[in-house]
């Protein structure tokens, strides 16, 4: 890291939605990113337009981008490059720009979901010579808003510390970031990774369910997005466990106690218990 209060150079390849997420969140307020050290390289025009107007030099190939950031370094090896593409399209970025990335050693930082971090080590090119040292991470859909979660932990061919720059950027989209083995990325993938997803399919299900007790769609859309929206709120700021408030909820022979019968007679604790653990399961096919 430079010790002149500079982030390190950094290429971002993909410029997606989470790809804007991580920079726009980055270069907020007193956050890591400078606009004069980042280089993003994404081939759609209209989603570069988005990165151009936050004052970010944009490229449509990836060693350019990369270039770019080996350009600003003042020390060989110290720019990052933080790869936010579809994890099928590692072989072809990998023919692209080895060659770069074997001319000194560097931190890659991965956000492939189900890539563990010697895939990406040995398809960017460990045999012949690219030394790269891969930190994986895993941010969530809330970083759109920073307030995402990020799981990070250090792969392969790692240092002590390569990972403090990825836990800057990912600290500019939310507040959280924790450390865990990558045994565990699946895991976490499938909590919090997918964990938005079973949000909105509560509040799809939750919709439904109002319009046929006789609300117009647009009242039973606001109803539940603050409904959930508050009982989210007071769940992060209580200190009470998610049973103890649902049980201050439920009076008992009340509403709510009839409607969490019907939720237990269909099983649909287990039914999320083994959805999750089917989200994690897919997860580690598509590492293979």
């Known amino acids: 890291m430079p010790t002149d209060g500079r982030n390190p150079p950094l ?22 990113l400078m606009r004069g050290f980042v280089a993003v390289a994404e081939p759609d025009e209209a989603k570069r337009a988005a990165f151009k107007a936050l004052g970010v030099a944009t490229f449509a190939h990836a060693a350019d981008a990369i270039g770019a950031a080996i350009g600003k370094e003042d020390k060989g090896g110290e720019a990052q ?25 560097r931190v890659v930082i991965s956000i492939l979901a189900g890539t563990p971090t010697a895939k990406v080590r ?19 859909l809330p970083a759109k808003i920073r307030q995402g979660i990020t799981a990070l932990c250090s ?51 939750m919709i439904q369910a109002s319009v046929r007790l006789g609300f117009d769609e647009p009242t039973a859309r606001d109803i539940v997005r603050e409904t ?7 769940l992060a700021d209580s200190a009470e466990a998610p049973e103890k408030l649902r049980a201050a909820v439920t009076s008992k022979g009340g509403t709510t106690e009839a409607a969490c019968k019907k939720l237990d007679e269909a099983g649909v604790m287990l039914a999320l218990v083994e959805a999750m653990r089917a989200a994690r399961d897919r997860g580690r096919e598509l590492g293979r």
Do not use: C, H, W
């Open 155 to 205: 792969g392969a061919g790692t240092r002590p510390g390569d990972d403090a720059f990825a836990r800057e950027i990912f600290g500019g989209v939310g507040p959280m970031v924790v450390t865990i083995e990558e045994s565990l990325m699946d895991a976490f993938t499938a909590v919090a990774g997918s964990g938005p997803a079973y949000v909105f399919y509560l509040a799809e299900a």
């Open 228 to 234: 959930i929206a508050g009982a989210g709120n007071l």
């Open 11 to 32: 290429a971002v390849i993909g410029g997606g939605n989470m790809g804007l997420a991580i920079v726009s969140g980055g270069m907020a307020g007193t956050r890591p």
């Open 122 to 140: 040995a398809v960017l090119g460990v045999a012949l010579g690219a030394e790269v040292r891969v930190v994986r991470a895993m941010p969530n």
């Open 81 to 105: 490059v933080l790869l936010a593409v579809k994890p099928q399209m590692l072989m072809r970025l990998a023919e692209e720009v080895r060659e770069l990335l074997a001319a000194e050693s």
